[in-house]
């Protein structure tokens, strides 16, 4: 039982370059989360998905874009780098939003330096 | 505003001795607490979930306790080990539009050392 898998694990880019970050859980969760994790700062949201097809912006979604076209996976794109996107990325999921689900199953993070 | 703030940042502690890390919280509604332990380089895992009705949840060497009056809850550990060393992240869920909204605090970083 994988969880939740979170690729590249780390990723150099230049300023304007674009990628995309990939998320997979295999446990049938319908929610899904994107968070970026800054030095002394709280994790926060980017951008979210309450099921397949569906997305939400976060707290902080701009220069971000995402995709839901499976259930179980949640991509999430830059477009066009800035150096202010170097971060430490978690993806997370849960099963619902009652009290008692919705305890989050992070990935692993993903580190992602703009030079 | 809705805000979560954790203290002390950091704390380096002895190996066996017990600690205790503070969440202070203005989140409303309130909905439910979470604690979370980070690994360096992982991702957090939770370690206890606290609702409005309960003060002192145990999960191990691990004992959470909440004050909704005061907003405050703690994280104590008792009899620390090696793998203790880690960031705990106090969660605080609070509903807003119909959405349980989570809001993270920084994390308190613990050290424990031989």
């Known amino acids: 039982n994988a969880g939740v898998t979170q690729t590249p694990k780390f990723r150099v880019l230049k300023t304007g370059q674009s990628m995309t970050l990939l998320c997979a859980q295999d446990?049938?969760?319908?929610?899904m989360y994107w968070y970026r994790q800054d030095p002394g700062m709280g994790l926060r949201l980017i951008h979210y998905?309450?099921?397949?097809?569906?997305?939400a912006k976060g707290e902080v979604p701009d220069g971000y874009n995402v995709s839901r076209l499976k259930k179980q996976n949640f991509l999430l794109g830059l477009e066009s780098a800035a150096p202010s996107q170097t971060s430490v990325y978690f993806c997370?999921?849960?099963?619902?939003?009652?009290?008692?689900?919705?305890?989050?199953?992070f990935g692993a993070g993903s580190r992602l330096t703009v030079l | 505003k809705n805000q979560v703030e954790q203290s002390p940042q950091s704390l380096i502690i002895l190996e066996g001795k017990n600690c205790t890390l503070q969440?202070?919280?203005?989140?409303?509604?309130?909905?439910?607490l979470r604690w979370y332990k980070q690994d360096t380089g992982r991702g957090p895992v939770s370690l206890t979930i606290?609702?409005?009705?309960?003060n002192t949840k145990s999960n191990g060497r691990y004992t959470a306790t909440l004050d909704a009056d005061t907003k405050q809850s703690s994280l104590h550990i008792t009899a620390s080990q090696l793998s203790d060393s880690a960031s705990y992240i106090c969660v605080v869920s609070g509903v807003s539009g119909g959405y349980n909204k989570l809001i993270f605090g920084a994390g308190t970083r613990l050290a424990v050392h031989p």
């Open positions: 446990m049938n969760h319908e929610y």
């Open positions: 998905s309450v099921g397949e097809g569906t997305t």
């Open positions: 997370a999921s849960n099963s619902g939003q009652n009290s008692g689900a919705n305890v989050l199953t």
């Open positions: 969440c202070n919280y203005t989140v409303s509604p309130f909905s439910n």
């Open positions: 606290m609702t409005f009705s309960e």
